[in-house]
């Protein structure tokens, strides 16, 4: 078997880097020209309507895009994918259905449907929907660092089965024309495509976390003091047993108002958020003890076959996998 010298993995690595700078360039002149395009020849794009899911098969290197305009009569039967689908509703109104919860979804929404969960769309009959959905294997975003980084943060904002909104018209605007783009880019046999089509990914994403953040900094004149100092309450007490009713009692609220606050505040549901800090806490616990079961039982786990789940589920990865990835990092460091 022939082996390359130094010198010739050098050059091979100097061109794959100048082959991935030219696709990201051409991505970005490609990005450029349709952000300068008029918006009505987006609005008069023949898309084919469907009466039933666009069948997806993810490339080799992970990334899938599609618009897709439901019919009146579109019908689609639960169903679970390998990858996961970043949804964004464009236009019409309906409802996204899990097997133990139902979203509703208008013009704006965006939703994460994570792998392996049974799910369904359904549309109002007078309004169906039409969605651009970004389909990814979490393991096209895992490096560098950075790219990883903004997968994380993407998850965190937005929480898997969890409906937030994009409210300004021209962060909606921009994240239309990135999906535009990405779906044009895919749609054509180009060289370099997988690469031009993580540069995309990328800027699609990045404008998405900073539309999110954007949206849940705005302050809320009317948020009530006590709320807020049940979110601190919650913050000190994540490792407890917590009751929603309760927690909507102490703020002087109904338990509708209190939860509807919570998920405009925080973009996340009472359940989500403390699961959210648990494991964050679980996380820097193992770092510091390499103790995956005493973490669980310190962060409010009570069932290690839980923990694994629900820690898998929001990382992409096992404990045992971060902790050791983590040991890695610091020994190359």
Not at 138 to 144: T, V, Y
Not at 189 to 217: G, K
Not at 280 to 285: I, P, Q, Y
Request: aromatic fraction near 6%; hydrophobic fraction near 35%; glycine fraction near 4%.
């Amino acid at each position: 078997m022939n082996t390359l010298t130094t010198q010739q993995t050098r050059v091979l690595a100097l061109s794959v880097d100048l082959r991935i700078r030219q696709s990201v360039y051409h991505s970005r002149q490609n990005l450029l020209e349709i952000a300068s395009t008029p918006r009505y020849i987006y609005d008069k794009m023949q898309i084919p309507l469907r009466r039933k899911p666009i069948e997806i098969d993810l490339p080799k290197f992970g990334i899938s895009a599609l618009t897709s305009q439901h019919a009146a009569n579109f019908a689609m039967p639960f169903c679970a994918h390998p990858y996961h689908k970043l949804c964004y509703v464009r236009a019409g109104r309906g409802q996204l259905l899990g097997t133990s919860k139902t979203i509703d979804l208008r013009a704006s929404s965006l939703v994460r449907v994570p792998p392996r969960i049974r799910h369904r769309f359904i549309d109002e009959p007078d309004n169906p929907m039409t969605l651009s959905m970004l389909c990814l294997d979490g393991r096209a975003l895992s490096s560098p660092e950075s790219v990883r980084s903004l997968w994380r943060r993407t998850r965190e904002l937005l929480p898997e089965m969890s409906a937030q909104t994009i409210p300004s018209e021209n962060e909606r605007a921009g994240l239309e024309r990135l999906f535009d783009a990405l779906v044009l880019e895919l749609g054509q046999d180009l060289p370099d495509r997988a690469a031009s089509a993580l540069a995309l990914s990328i800027h699609l994403l990045l404008s998405l976390t900073r539309a999110l953040t954007r949206s849940q900094r705005q302050p809320s004149h009317q948020t009530p003091k006590r709320f807020l100092a049940s979110i601190v309450d919650i913050d000190h007490r994540f490792t407890e047993e917590l009751h929603v009713a309760e927690l909507a009692r102490e703020a002087n609220m109904s338990y509708r108002s209190y939860t509807d606050h919570f998920r405009r505040h925080t973009g996340m549901t009472v359940t989500q958020y403390v699961t959210h800090r648990r494991i964050e806490f679980a996380k820097r616990r193992m770092l510091e003890t390499e103790d995956i079961l005493g973490s669980c039982l310190e962060a409010g786990f009570h069932d290690l076959g839980h923990f694994y789940r629900v820690f898998k589920r929001q990382t992409d990865e096992t404990p045992q996998a971060f902790i050791q990835r983590h040991l890695k990092e610091a020994s190359n460091s």
